[in-house]
C-alpha cells in the first residue's frame, strides 16, 4: 500500500545543469499531476497527464521545463538550464480516475535549489 | 490579482480553540472545494472537499461553502497542537471540460495551536 514517491528527496544543481525529477504514482492510478511549489506559497499547477497521454501542460512556465510518462505510470519532469528562480519543491500527485479533483494524492516533492 | 485569495497568517491559537480558515475565490467555473493540511517538507494531505454549495462535517473538522460570495471556511473544533501545519484550500472545475481536475491553490495559513 504505498503512496506516491518522489526521487530524488533534495537536489541542488549549479544554473545552467539539467535536472530530471521522477515521480513513482500510486499503482494502477490513471491521472498524474505535477506542481510547483515556491516557498511560502501554495502549489501551481505544471502539467497533466491521463495514463502516457500529455493532455494539460499549460502550466509549465517556459520551454526548459518538460514532462513524460511513456509507459503510463512513472513519470519524469526535465529543467534543463537551471534558473535561480527554478528553487521550489516539485511536487506529484495521481488519482485512480481521469479528472478527479478530490482524490488526488500527493508525494512528498523533490526540493530544488539552483546555486 | 490570484483566482484564489488566502490570509497566511501566521495564526497561533490556544489548545482547545476553534478555528476559522478562509478562502476566497473569483473563477465562478469552480466547483469542488478542497481543504488541504501539509507538514513541514511534506506533500499536502487532503482533509476535506465540498462539491458545489453547502455544508459538511467530518469529526472535528466543517467545512462550508458560499458561492453566491464566492467564499469557503474551514473551521477546527477543539484544537490540537498536532493541528499545527499549513492549511491550503484548493479549487477545481468540472472534470467533464478541460479543467482534468487541476488544483488551483491558495496561498496557505500557517496555523500553531500551543499547549
Known amino acids: 500500500g504505498a503512496g506516491v514517491s518522489q526521487s530524488p528527496r533534495y537536489k541542488v544543481a549549479k544554473r545552467g545543469q539539467d535536472v530530471a525529477l521522477r515521480c513513482d504514482p500510486i499503482?494502477?492510478?490513471?491521472?498524474l499531476f505535477w506542481y510547483q511549489q515556491a516557498l511560502g506559497q501554495g502549489p501551481e499547477f505544471l502539467t497533466y497527464?491521463?495514463?502516457?497521454?500529455?493532455?494539460?501542460k499549460s502550466g509549465l512556465p517556459s520551454d526548459r521545463f518538460f514532462a513524460e510518462r511513456p509507459e503510463g505510470s512513472v513519470s519524469t519532469l526535465k529543467i534543463q538550464r537551471t534558473q535561480q528562480e527554478d528553487s521550489a519543491v516539485y511536487l506529484c500527485?495521481?488519482?485512480?480516475?481521469?479528472?478527479?479533483?478530490?482524490?488526488?494524492?500527493f508525494g512528498p516533492g523533490t526540493r530544488l535549489t539552483v546555486t | 490579482q490570484k483566482e484564489v485569495e488566502q490570509d497566511p497568517g501566521p495564526l497561533s491559537v490556544p489548545e482547545g480553540a476553534i478555528v476559522s480558515l478562509n478562502c476566497t475565490y473569483s473563477?465562478?467555473?469552480?466547483?469542488?472545494f478542497m481543504w488541504y493540511r501539509q507538514y513541514s517538507r511534506k506533500g499536502p494531505e487532503l482533509l476535506m472537499y465540498?462539491?458545489?454549495?453547502g455544508n459538511k462535517e467530518d469529526g472535528r473538522f466543517t467545512a462550508q461553502v458560499d458561492k453566491s460570495s464566492k467564499y469557503i471556511s474551514l473551521f477546527i473544533r477543539d484544537s490540537q497542537p498536532s493541528d499545527s501545519a499549513t492549511y491550503l484550500c484548493?479549487?477545481?472545475?468540472?472534470?467533464?471540460?478541460?479543467?482534468?481536475?487541476?488544483?488551483?491553490f491558495g496561498q496557505g495559513t500557517i496555523l500553531t495551536v500551543h499547549p
Open positions: 497527464f491521463q495514463n502516457e497521454a500529455q493532455l494539460d
Open positions: 500527485a495521481s488519482s485512480l480516475r481521469e479528472g478527479t479533483a478530490y482524490e488526488q494524492y
Open positions: 473563477n465562478s467555473a469552480f466547483q469542488y
Open positions: 484548493a479549487m477545481s472545475g468540472d472534470a467533464g471540460g478541460t479543467s482534468y481536475g487541476k488544483l488551483t
Open positions: 465540498t462539491y458545489s454549495s
Open positions: 499503482s494502477g492510478h490513471v491521472s
